[in-house]
């Protein structure tokens, strides 16, 4: 089994490469683009590779390992790792509906916020924010892929099959961390480290409840939030 999980962490690091291959070069093309049918277009190749980079790898990975089940239930290889982390609430349940509430509430303020004043956000992802309706869906679909596909790849999969080949899971979730944050580094050092930031969130917030899903779903909420709800509600989308 350690064989097997260093052959796939091997192709899971292949698989970064290949998602990040020409990265910069080809988001400056991105963000050349005036027309909205090139910028759509380019939507939706980010998408398949997204799924194709870190989703395929995870679902086929854990499948022949035998471990699906980690989706759902939190890996045994995380414990010790768990351990060292501050019991904020008495009950996972307590938490999990703190951090859904409070991402929600998040949500709204932004909503707020985007409805008084125009906000800067951080890093330099101006070219993925919609420029009209139509575009609207696309930001939004990218905004759910990549909470889901990254939070299952970087908080679940990679530290596992580091813990799996090394029995070290503490050096799988820094690993992780890292790659996550440079794996944004068209955004620019700001958004580097913003992105590490909330890498460091989300994988305290993993370990804390246990639960994938929650952290995937304050991603795609934290998401939405800068690529769909502060567009759209400061009036500068064009029709």
Known sequence: MTTAAALLLLAALAGIWWFQKGDLGEYRRFSALNDSHSRRMRFRLWLARSALAFL???LVGLALLGRSDALVVMPDEFAPVAATMPPIFDSGE???GM???GAIGGLVVGAVLARLRKRKPLGNISALLPRERREVKYAAALSIMAG??????FRLYLPLLVAMATGQAGIGFVASLILFGAMHRYQGWVGVAATTALGAV???L????GSLWVVMLVHVLVDLNGLVVTPVLSGVLRK
């Open 202 to 204: 989300m994988t305290g």
């Open 99 to 101: 951090l859904i509430g």
């Open 56 to 58: 395929l790898p995870v």
């Open 206 to 209: 993993y370990l804390m409840t």
């Open 94 to 96: 307590a938490m999990q």
């Open 148 to 153: 889901v596909t990254e939070e299952a790849f």
